[in-house]
């Protein structure tokens, strides 16, 4: 089969599409054929080198990916040859052929295309696991959502707004801005234009926010604190603007609140599993009425994945970049 591979040279990692062994099919696995994935940031770090897949994955990049079966290890009634399937992978994607463990298949959703089911599994479930099992977001109360332009951001404003809550979503260009209007933020903020601080306690007549989803880190991290209610939640989901910083500890022990600190590649199959089934308990109803669309800002063959690399490194992207596989 045909997969991307990442060269490393002097001026930087170079994405080539060229022939890979098969993937061996192991019990409790299905085979599929590749259809379409996605690009997250995880796969820029990874391409860099800065980002080792997690033990026994395939060193091959994509974290999402959807398709049909075709074939199954074991003899079974859930699935079968030629159901279409999407899946969170820890890797793997940027292929014609992923074997994947049974436990992480998702049904494409009645009426979606290969393309949109490819951008359900990892950045609904990242804003799923986060939002609802981590932070224990409650109906009623307010989030603010960094990057609500991203691919995370963009569905997390979708649940919440579903579940009942108030979003305030920061991105940093007007068409972001709007995009994350359009999709129900009560308040948008351009943090380019404006300190997202001072305007998010405006909004909320100084009380500030009950949860934070933040991906920028230690560049937010003295706002985002001030920000919080008594019993708020900081979650951090990525590291964009440095991992290092100062906290004032009595700030968090006067508010009683939470920093979380969560990751969803490396947890194990089994939790990956509940998270699938949790999420589709509370949300397969809207997914499948259309109240939840994934924002696709284009669609490009796999063998551009380089230039799509390009195209996320330089944030010009509105929700979801996704490579055509087949």
């Not at 994405?15 to 796969?43: M, Q």
């Not at 569905?155 to 972001?176: E, F, S």
């Not at 933040?214 to 989901?237: C, P, Q, T, W």
């Amino acid at each position: 089969m045909y997969a991307i591979e990442v060269d490393q040279t002097p001026s930087g990692p170079v994405l080539v599409w060229r022939e890979v062994d098969e993937p061996i099919l192991r019990s409790g696995e299905a085979l599929v054929n590749t259809r379409a994935t996605t690009l997250n940031r995880a796969d820029l770090s990874q391409a860099a080198g800065n980002y080792a897949p997690p033990p026994g994955a395939t060193h091959i990049m994509g974290l999402d990916m959807s398709g049909e079966i075709e074939a199954v290890a074991d003899q079974e009634q859930d699935w079968q040859a030629g159901d279409t399937v999407c899946a969170l992978l820890p890797g793997g994607g940027y292929a014609e052929r992923v074997a994947v463990d049974k436990r992480l298949l998702i049904p494409i959703p009645t009426g979606w295309s290969f393309e949109e089911a490819a951008c359900l599994p990892e950045v609904y479930l990242t804003a799923y696991v986060n939002i609802f099992m981590e932070a224990g977001f409650q109906a009623g109360e307010t989030v603010l959502v960094h990057g609500g332009a991203s691919g995370v951001g963009t569905a997390a404003i979708q649940m919440v707004k579903l579940a009942g809550g108030r979003v305030i979503a920061t991105a940093g260009r007007p068409d972001k801005v709007e995009t994350c209007r359009a999709l129900g933020a009560d308040l948008t903020i351009n943090y380019r234009r404006d300190d997202f601080a001072a305007a998010a306690r405006d909004f909320t007549n100084g009380e500030g926010v009950d949860l934070i989803l933040d991906m920028v880190g230690a560049e937010y991290l003295e706002r985002n604190v001030s920000l919080l209610k008594v019993r708020g939640r900081l979650v951090f989901i990525s590291t964009l603007g440095g991992s290092q910083a100062e906290i004032n500890i009595g700030q968090l022990m006067g508010k009683r609140a939470r920093l979380i600190g969560s990751v969803l590649r490396p947890r194990p199959v089994v939790e990956k599993a509940e998270i699938i089934q949790r999420f589709r308990e509370q949300f397969w109803k809207q997914i499948e009425s259309g109240a939840i669309k994934p924002v696709i800002d284009r669609v490009l063959p796999v063998a551009d994945a380089h230039k799509a690399h390009e195209i996320m490194r330089n944030y010009e992207n509105i929700g979801k970049i996704v490579l055509k596989v087949r």
